[in-house]
């Protein structure tokens, strides 16, 4: 059973060049996740690469601020 599903928001940890960002998990491959990141490239992450995100965290990719 994977520890994320698709459309989970997640922080993943600085590999290579690419540093930490918050994502979502928008599939699964080899690695593990697909997650796309707020540039909307995508990223292959393994489980232990991944922390799923609180909704603060969501937001401020997301640019919502819950105003109406």
């Known amino acids: 059973m994977p ?3 698709v459309n989970d928001w997640v922080r993943s940890v600085a ?3 690419k540093e930490s960002f918050v994502g979502q998990v928008t599939g699964f491959c080899e ?3 697909i997650v796309r990141c707020a540039e909307n490239k995508r990223w292959g ?3 232990d690469q991944l922390d799923l995100v ?3 965290a969501k937001r401020l990719v997301c640019g919502f601020t819950g105003a109406a």
Do not use: L
């Open 15 to 17: 590999v290579g060049s």
């Open 54 to 56: 609180n909704d603060d």
């Open 31 to 33: 690695a593990g996740y």
């Open 3 to 5: 520890k994320f599903n």
């Open 45 to 47: 992450r393994s489980d």
